[in-house]
């Protein structure tokens, strides 16, 4: 892997909005270089786990609940069409089919930002590239219950299903965003997975490494399969061993809460790096209020000033590690209000300008999609 972003900026996913052309509009305000495509969670699909579920055997909902009926009497047939479309699927070239495309009632977003890239005319106007997200297997899996309320993490079958699920559709994202780039750099997936780094808490009781790991695995080489590098967006803290261990090309964490606790790894970091690993460095702070209500350019410049000095004391080079840096915020903004999330979003493109244009001069400076 050879991607230098050198600390362009990209956003999690969520918006605080209800309207996906007003969603698109800021998200290409602020970072139209790597745009996103937005998931809303204030609306009644879009929260994500519900938002990946579509094909799921035995899905039933019920206003804003919904769950795995495992009790249906057709529950089995369910199973065994799912596993003959999804063998089918695999032997394919091109698995992007129901069930494993987004469905466009839930991930409308989706559908919106592609159509607005393929209209926006010509390569001049493509962006650098491009990222998704999808919802990780194992907090999904925790997220949501068959019958009996039980999370189906916890079930063998449910769990080799919902990963299959997540894997397929993305692939399918990476499949489809790889259309949208100026076919020089890959698009993006990110996983949202923060139980990478929680099993083993009370919140994650009977959840161990290796299932982590397996699940996350599975994920990661569908996103490579379909074209796109692979990250693992964590916005929690815990051992970050499997999360750099892992066939991941890019770790996103919370710098503005965790990074002395990542550091903390010193030789899975090295090694990361050494591999070609990049950082998203979450050092936006949108979990926090009273922080981001106090932040400023200059205080988060000064920041992530300190914290490169602690990683070039651990061995690494410089020049590398700015090369493999993006800069976000910490986490999603949709549960923040309208104007917190344009500030997150507006602190994230100021931070990343000043930083490419210190490291790199004018013309890391610049913006192609904003001169057209």
Request: contains cysteine; glycine residues 10%; aromatic residues 8%.
């Amino acid at each position: 892997m050879n991607f230098s972003p050198r600390c362009r900026p990209v956003l999690i996913g969520s918006l605080p909005l209800h309207d996906h052309e007003a969603a698109l509009a800021m998200i290409f305000r602020h970072t139209p270089e790597i745009p996103i495509w937005p998931q809303l969670p204030r609306l009644p699909k879009e929260g994500m786990i519900r938002q990946f579920l579509d094909g799921f055997p035995g899905l039933k909902e019920d206003g804003k609940r919904f769950w795995i009926d495992t009790e249906a009497a057709d529950f089995p047939e369910q199973m065994a069409q799912f596993y003959d479309e999804y063998g089918q699927a695999e032997a394919e070239t091109n698995p992007c089919r129901p069930p494993f495309m987004l469905n466009e009632e839930a991930a409308p977003g989706f559908y919106a930002f592609c159509q607005a890239l393929a209209e926006s005319g010509g390569e001049k106007k493509m962006p650098w590239t491009v990222k998704g997200q999808i919802t990780g297997p194992v907090t999904c899996g925790m997220g949501v219950k068959d019958s009996h309320g039980r999370a189906i993490v916890h079930d063998d079958n449910l769990r080799d299903v919902l990963v299959a699920l997540i894997a397929m559709k993305a692939e399918c994202q990476a499949r489809c965003l790889a259309r949208l780039t100026n076919q020089e750099t890959p698009p993006l997936v990110f996983i949202d997975e923060p139980a990478m780094v929680a099993f083993g808490s009370s919140g994650f009781s009977g959840i161990g490494r290796d299932m982590v790991s397996e699940a996350v695995g599975r994920v990661i080489a569908s996103i490579h399969r379909g074209g796109a590098l692979a990250g693992v967006h964590v916005c929690a803290n815990g051992d970050w061993q499997p999360v750099l261990a892992s066939t991941a090309d890019i770790v996103s964490f919370d710098a503005y809460s965790y990074f002395d606790n990542l550091i903390l790894y010193r030789q899975e970091l090295l090694h990361f790096l050494a591999r070609g690993g990049v950082l998203a460095w979450g050092i936006v702070p949108t979990g926090d209020m009273a922080a981001l209500e106090e932040a400023t350019e200059d205080s988060l410049h000064a920041l992530w000033r300190g914290q490169l000095a602690k990683l070039l004391a651990l061995g690494v080079d410089k020049e590398t590690m700015t090369a493999r840096t993006l800069i976000t915020p910490s986490c999603g903004t949709g549960s923040l209000t309208a104007t917190q999330a344009e500030k997150a979003l507006c602190l994230t493109a100021k931070l990343s300008r000043r930083l490419r244009r210190e490291l790199y001069g004018a013309e890391g400076g610049e913006n192609p999609r904003e001169q057209t």
